[in-house]
Nanobody
Framework: QVQLVESGGGLVQAGGSLRLSCACAASGRTFSSYVMGWFRQAPRKEREFVAAISWSAGSTYFADSVKGRFTISRDNAKNTVYLQMNSLKPEDTAVYYC????????????????WGQGTQVTVSS
């Protein structure tokens, strides 16, 4: 059983920054055994991949739309994955979801077994 809880969302002006956190509570397996990812869903759009990080943070992937602006990191000692979002744009407005899985690379939703409830990010122009 894995529970993922996102935090850190909010309202920010274009050009600003936010850091999202996702705390993981898992039984039976350690946090470091999960690949972690972030997805987002804007109003009236499909949920899309944002970023992913491998078990030991040795590899990361980013959607083209966020490359150079977002970074993903993890602290396995704190069972937490982060998404640092810089130079935010209005088109980044969405609900952001944290996800955990076991396969790598992991840019597809089907690669993930566990999902958080999401946190809203709103970027004003």
């Amino acid at each position: 059983q894995v529970q993922l809880v996102e935090s850190g969302g909010g309202l920010v002006q274009a050009g600003g920054s936010l850091r999202l956190s996702c705390a993981c509570a898992a039984s039976g397996r350690t946090f470091s055994s999960y690949v972690m990812g972030w997805f987002r869903q804007a109003p009236r759009k499909e949920r899309e991949f944002v970023a992913a990080i491998s078990w030991s943070a040795g590899s990361t992937y980013f959607a083209d739309s966020v490359k150079g602006r977002f970074t993903i990191s993890r602290d396995n000692a704190k069972n937490t994955v982060y998404l640092q979002m810089n130079s935010l744009k209005p088109e980044d407005t969405a609900v952001y979801y944290c996800a955990g899985g076991s396969r790598w690379p992991a840019m597809r939703q089907t690669s993930y077994d566990y999902w958080g409830q999401g946190t809203q990010v709103t970027v004003s122009s």
